[in-house]
């Protein structure tokens, strides 16, 4: 495998950022069908990353050795909100299409709907510094090679 897993999970973190742009495009337009399938397939996409993370990549990491144990709370933690945020924005579609005003009840609802923007940009943040180049550096590279294709299995 030529990329790194840093730069693997970066990619797969683009994809999901622009699953997510094309939801709220979607979304914003107040088109019903089109925002359904692309949140369905934004909420496929983030949880298969991060089932993907939690049983394959975070096991790998030894707190206090590779990682502080603070910080490997703060992505497992990032993981839970992301799964919340989730709930949220299912719930806010609903709320919106349910609605007898949708594009009111969505302009009263924008900052909710950008919240998922703030927690990615974040999460990226702390894998890209915290995980990723300590997993980079281990020296099995048959393994590192299977997290690498487990990483590009949870974009598709």
Same mark, same amino acid.
């Given at each position: 495998?030529?990329?790194?897993?840093?730069?693997?999970?970066?990619?797969?973190?683009?994809?999901?950022?622009?699953?997510?742009?094309?939801?709220?495009?979607?979304?914003?337009?107040?088109?019903?069908?089109?925002?359904?399938?692309?949140?369905?397939?934004?909420?496929?996409?983030?949880?298969?990353?991060?089932?993907?993370?939690?049983?394959?990549?975070?096991?790998?990491?030894?707190?206090?050795?590779?990682?502080?144990?603070?910080?490997?709370?703060?992505?497992?933690?990032?993981?839970?909100?992301? #799964?919340?945020?989730?709930?949220?924005?299912?719930?806010?579609?609903?709320?919106?299409?349910?609605?007898?005003?949708?594009?009111?009840?969505?302009?009263?609802?924008?900052?909710?709907? #950008?919240?998922?923007?703030?927690?990615?940009?974040?999460?990226?943040?702390?894998?890209?510094?915290?995980?990723?180049?300590?997993?980079?550096?281990?020296?099995?590279?048959?393994?590192?090679?299977?997290?690498?294709?487990?990483?590009?299995?949870?974009?598709?």
């Amino acid at each position: 495998m030529s990329s790194s897993l840093t730069d693997l999970n970066l990619q797969a973190h683009q994809l999901l950022v622009e699953r997510y742009t094309v939801f709220l495009e979607q979304l914003t337009a107040l088109d019903e069908p089109a925002a359904r399938d692309a949140f369905a397939e934004l909420r496929g996409s983030l949880e298969r990353h991060r089932l993907f993370e939690d049983q394959r990549v975070l096991p790998c990491l030894q707190a206090g050795q590779d990682i502080t144990a603070e910080e490997l709370a703060r992505v497992t933690g990032d993981h839970q909100v992301i #799964g919340d945020t989730l709930e949220l924005l299912e719930d806010l579609v609903e709320a919106i299409f349910c609605s007898a005003q949708p594009r009111r009840e969505l302009v009263a609802n924008l900052s909710r709907l #950008g919240r998922l923007q703030g927690i990615l940009e974040h999460h990226t943040e702390r894998e890209t510094r915290f995980v990723y180049p300590v997993l980079d550096q281990m020296p099995d590279r048959e393994f590192i090679n299977l997290l690498a294709e487990g990483l590009l299995d949870t974009s598709h």
